[in-house]
């Protein structure tokens, strides 16, 4: 079995690759927890200089690019972790605060991931 650190470790780096394909940089810091079939994330996500103009112009229209970019990243995110882990996913519920710069991703999946780390040798 591997480990529960070993696991959040994994998941981290989906989540900074994903971050750097669609936004060309890197998360500044992300925080992981998981409880039972919850996994929590929350990252410092620094604004994309373009939807910080658009911003300062028309929230209204930065914000629905917020929430497009916000679903694309969620069917990435989804289509990884599954091929990567082969635990399903049951949601994934993301936001993102423009101000603080702030993303809040919880993951939930179809059974707790202590459990299905336990009926696993590797998932390399």
Do not use: C
């Amino acid at each position: 079995m591997k480990s529960i650190g070993d696991f959040k470790q994994e998941v981290i780096k989906i989540n900074n690759q994903i971050n750097e394909e669609m936004y060309g940089r890197g998360l500044d810091w992300q925080k992981i927890d998981i409880l039972g079939d919850k996994i929590i994330i929350l990252a410092l996500n620094r604004r994309i200089s373009v939807l910080k103009h658009v911003d300062e112009k028309d929230a209204f229209t930065a914000r629905l690019m917020d929430l497009a970019l916000l679903n694309e990243f969620k069917i990435r995110f989804k289509e990884r972790f599954e091929e990567r882990f082969r635990l399903k996913i049951r949601t994934i519920l993301k936001d993102y605060d423009p101000v603080n710069q702030l993303a809040g991703t919880i993951i939930i999946t179809v059974q707790p991931v202590e459990n299905f780390l336990k009926t696993i040798d590797n998932f390399s």
